[in-house]
């Protein structure tokens, strides 16, 4: 075999394990997970006024909307990314903040589902029902 076609190999073959491997958005939508988490807000108040992440469906597309709430306002920062699942794990992109330079970078963060609740890292995130969060996320993105 020569150089050109064992690369050819290689490339292809690396192209169909990762397709396998990355679910779609319709297997997300049909996973146990996303039936539980989805119109939900999922909230952690261990720090200021807290954080919290809202999982929904737009063109058949599973989206999580990162949130840091804010004293005064109910969001004071927001980002919205397509969400992938892989059995509990969900991934989903948030910010890293730098307050010294006052800027952020977006990376993928991996959260874990389990019995009920999200945790990233150290922290949990509890479900919690918010019939206006959908208004107040339109809200923010309106005032930016």
């Known amino acids: ?12 073959l690396l192209i169909f394990l ?3 491997t990355k679910s779609t958005s319709k297997e997300v939508l049909n996973s146990n997970v996303w039936m539980d988490i989805e119109n ?9 006024a807290g954080k919290g992440i809202y999982f929904y469906e737009n063109d058949n597309k599973p989206m999580g909307v ?3 709430y804010g004293s005064g306002v109910p969001i004071a ?8 699942i892989i059995d509990n794990e969900i991934n989903i992109e948030m910010p890293i903040f730098n307050e010294k330079q006052d800027t ?3 990376i993928n963060t991996k959260l874990n589902y389990e019995d009920g609740k999200l945790m990233m890292n150290d922290k949990i995130y509890k479900s919690r029902f918010n019939k206006d969060i959908m208004e107040m996320i339109k809200e923010y993105k309106e005032s930016e």
Do not use: A, P, Q, R
């Open 1 to 12: 075999m020569g150089y050109k076609k064992v690369s050819f190999f290689i490339i292809f």
């Open 18 to 20: 990762t397709s396998c």
């Open 40 to 48: 939900k807000e999922w909230s952690n108040f261990d720090t200021w």
């Open 66 to 68: 990162y949130m840091i």
């Open 77 to 84: 920062f927001l980002h919205e990314s397509v969400v992938e």
């Open 104 to 106: 952020y970078e977006i």
